[in-house]
């Protein structure tokens, strides 16, 4: 077969199969007839020729498989399952039928083959492959279960992502694989597009505003390995390395964004004039650019944005190869309303784009409005007039620019226009978009991660109208903030007045959706795509703050799940996630006799099964300090290794540790003061030691110093190999984990804490932490008015599991 792998060389391709009787055989295009060999038991099924097809995008099953099939119009589709499933895939054919009917419907193309199957593999390279007129799938990605509503959502965004792709990459190849993003961008991006119209209750445009987008963004925020979504690739590995987060994430945003921009007509109109052109031939970015361009033209009788149409290809050739992603600062003249722009990216690099813009403000808060208003030139800095450009904007009004979050780049504001949207959201937050709303928090982040903004106050004013919010979209992207904020407060005198502020704000929106624990299972279990994510963020954040009733719901399942082995996690991708933070928040606050209790537990349970995993890491989380010594007894002391396998698992969990517990970091150093002699025994001590070192505050270096010094000159005569050296006292890496917090509570600590005491929110109790036997005897009383019969469920739940003589836990595989 000739088989050049490169999109461009397309053929048309005559396949004859040859194969056993006792099999059929499917391929890209229709059988055209069977010949049986009588002289054997073998059958050849020949297929008719295919178009004009790129070689990556051929294929054939040979099989034993059954099918069902559906026609509607002139394409007959068909599910290929193993003939021992019992999921014949009745529901995903009828979904296939109407996903066709959907995409020609809204592309006005049709679909050019006349037949389309879906074979389910139990063995696939990836979750699917968009072969021309024959899509194979891993199994699990095809024949999904009702039963599990999010695994759901992933599928079904999976089929439509390949269905996308018989139209682009199929139906038009890119030129060349630099151009990839031409076939990945727009199946990421309208198969997001077409969910919403056919599920509308999967809120996948939603779904793409928190995972695909933000996926986009975060990529610049982490990794250093930044390309243009145009980037010329030639070696194997260059290829295969650019079907990554901007192929496929960034350019679905970007094209995303141009789709609002130009309008829905007039961009689909575009990629229209685009398919018909170049249908069954190669394209490159150009191409594109020009019939969007065309389409633009068309609407120049009817009311079109003409002025930058003859702009057209240079405005998205600065976005397809750019590699940052563009940061405008929105500053406000207040006495003469004028607008300020500045663009500017995080990477010192000089890089420029035409941004467009939109506007809302309180004159005129039409969000549903999302064409451009104003491509901003590639130039660092502008100023626009409002009223020249008509757009509605009064002196007090506030603004607020990328109405939607359509536009791919972050958007930040003076402190006064923040202030007046605070006000804004205080006052009746519906009237800015939830999408807005969402976008306030998530482009404030990193300015807070980095100390960056100018006026703390403006952040907590922009929180406090969320005891209203009931869009849980909005609290995902606050959850960073929530979190951020406890952790640098955590010791100081403004934590539990932080923690009080955001109980109040949180309460509301997680009894709406956790209204009691049986209901809290089910929420976690019976929704799909975003919701599913954003309902696990809230219950993070309210346990994370101490509220009771987030904590009693985490306590229950964790006791049901460590004593009677319930699970509470139904979905593979959601068990680490789920099991971690219900376990940590479920062990937060437990009695003495509880924690033995678990403790026996571990005692029992065979340590290279996942469940005793589970509850190692989960003890992490532990607010009494009496419990965090056992914990680091069972984890890093002299006998850990009856407990831990392997030595860098102990590193691991003393790192989960540190990070998450900010009570155990004085601890761990005081215990690695006390032990260090004996310590030393075990391999993994300096990497121990260089963990706890990142987390050593200003104010303890000196004791730390001396302290380093006697760990050295013991270390001198230690026979022991231990892979690591010790870090150098002065390294810049000590303290390096919580220098940002001390900056932080230094420039905004004082500010925080007056704010606090000055705008108290009504008095949300959370549990004691019982941090000793005694406190827990004295407390016991009152939190019996809280907990009721769960202060000792752990305890008779235990008693009655260890009543059998045989103790049998289930060997998960790691």
Known sequence: MPCYDEPAFKANISIRITHGRVYNAISNMPMQEVIHHNDSDLTTTVFHPTPPISTYLIAFVISNFGYISKRQGHVTQRVFTPTMSKNKGEQQLDFVVRTVAAIEEYLGVPYTLDKLDHVALNKNYGAAMENWGLITYREDFLLYSDNDLRQRFRDTVTIVHEIVHQWFGNLVSPEWWSYIWLNEGFATYLSHVIIDMLHPDFKALEFFIMDTAYRAYSYHKYSTRWHPMTHYVEKENEIANIFDLIGYQKAAC??????????????????????????????NE???????????????????????????????YSWTHSEQVPIIKVIRNYENNTITLTQHYRAPIAEKLWIPLNFASASDHNFSHTEVDYFMRPQQQETLDPLEMGIQLQADDWLIVNKKQ??????????????????????NHLAIHEFN???????????????????????????????????????????????????SLDGTASHEHYKQFVRHLVKPIYLKYFPSIHEARQALTEKTGSEHTSRQNLLKMACLVDLTECLDYARQMAFDYIFQQIEFVTSKEDYYVMTGDVLCYGLKYISDEEFAHVLRVLETTNKDTMFFDDIVIGLRCTQNPVHIRQYLDIIIGVNASEYITFPMDSTLHVKRLSRSNGKSRPIIRQYLANN???????????????????????????????????????????????????????????????????????????????????????????????????????AKSSAANRFGSMLHLAGNLYRKFFSHKAISFSEKNK
């Open 254 to 283: 970007v094209i995303k964004m141009f789709h609002h921009a130009f309008g829905s007509a007039t961009f689909v109109r575009g990629i229209q004039i685009y398919l018909n052109k170049y249908q069954y031939a190669v394209a």
């Open 286 to 316: 150009m191409d594109l650019f020009q019939c969007l361009q065309q389409a633009l033209w068309e609407t120049e009788g009817k009311g079109g944005p003409k002025r930058w149409a003859p702009l057209l290809p240079d405005i998205m």
């Open 406 to 427: 359509t536009g791919f780049y972050h958007v930040l504001y003076d402190d006064e226009n923040l202030r007046r949207i605070a006000r804004a959201l205080q006052e």
């Open 437 to 487: 709303r969402a976008d306030l928090f998530y482009c404030l982040q990193p300015l807070i991660d980095h100390n960056e903004i100018d006026s703390i106050d403006v952040i907590f004013e922009l929180l406090s109208y969320l005891s209203r919010e009931e869009e849980l979209l909005v609290w995902n992207f606050v959850q960073a903030t929530v979190e951020l904020f406890e952790q």
């Open 676 to 778: 260090y002699k004996d310590m030393m025994k075990n391999v993994n001590f300096v990497d121990v030691f260089n963990t706890m070192a990142q987390y050593v505050p200003t104010q303890h270096l000196a004791q730390f110093r001396d302290f380093h010094k006697k760990v050295a000159e013991e270390l001198k005569s230690s026979p022991t190999d231990y892979g690591f050296e010790l870090l150098d006292v002065d390294s810049r890496e000590i303290g390096k984990q919580i220098k940002m917090t001390e900056s932080f509570l230094e420039k905004f600590g004082p500010d925080i804490h007056k704010w606090l005491l000055n705008n108290q929110s009504p008095v949300c109790t959370p549990p004691a932490a019982l941090t000793s036997s005694a406190a827990a005897h004295k």
